[in-house]
Structure formats: C-alpha cells, structure tokens
C-alpha cells in the first residue's frame, strides 16, 4: 500500500474489517459484487483490500451495497463494529451558519444528510451540514 493514509488507505482497511465482520470470505464478497451487478474477482477483492487495486465509482457504491456500509464509511472511518465504536465528539456547522456540538460513535452520509448515532440510535441528522472538528473519547 503506497500510501497509510487517505481514502484509498481507508478503504483497503475498511473493506477487510467489514468483511471479516460481516463473517464472509473474499469468494462470498466477490459472489455478493457479482449478484449486484458489478463482478469482482476474489483476486481483486484481495488486491483491494491490499491497496494494489483502485475501483470505479460504480465498484465502490457496489461495495457499499455488498458491506452494507455507507461510501463515507468505507473512505474516511475506521470500520468498526456499532458495538466497538469509540465515541467521539463532532463539530458540525449547519447551512445556516450555526455550530452544533454533537457525541456519537457513527457518523455517516445518506442522500446529502449527515446522520449521526449512538449505540445505534438517532441522536442528530442535519442536510448541507459540514463536519469541522472530531474529537476522540479521549479528548
């Protein structure tokens, strides 16, 4: 993997964590790719998952389909579990301009609207919103 950091990083990362969790193999992954609509070589999935492959935008929604994870999951956070999610405090600027301070352990991208959860729960959602700031749980 060329680079440790930015979204093709991530995404390597990612796409192996989810699909360990999910409890399926690079063949069931690539079974899963294949039955959306977009065929991925169990050799591809490994070369993804090692950031020696780069995928087409329609790849990348597939995979979102295949894992059931948003793309801004898949190219920003640390896949984790809901479970396991540290949770971390979110600065978010709504369109209007006004700063809201949000804690959660997920966060992630839907038809233009930031959702934000706890412990799996809907604790905010706000459209045209930014992120300014993360926070870890540790400060």
């Known amino acids: 993997m060329p680079d440790d950091y930015g979204p093709e990083a991530a995404l390597a990362r990612n796409v192996r964590a989810a699909r360990r969790w999910h409890g399926v193999t690079q063949k069931q992954l690539s079974e899963r790719m294949a039955e959306i609509g977009h065929p991925m070589s169990e050799a591809g999935i490994s070369l993804l998952e090692t950031g020696r492959r780069r995928i087409t935008v329609s790849e990348l929604a597939a995979l979102s389909r295949a894992l059931e994870l948003s793309i801004a999951v898949l190219l920003t956070e640390p896949f984790m579990p809901r479970e396991a999610a540290p949770e ?51 400060g």
């Open 88 to 138: 971390r405090r979110y600065v978010v600027r709504l369109s209007d301009g006004v700063e809201r301070d949000v804690t959660a352990n997920r966060m992630e991208v839907r038809d233009g609207w930031l959702w934000f959860q706890r412990d799996g729960q809907p604790v905010f959602s706000a459209p045209e919103a930014s992120v300014l700031h993360v926070r870890g749980h540790d």
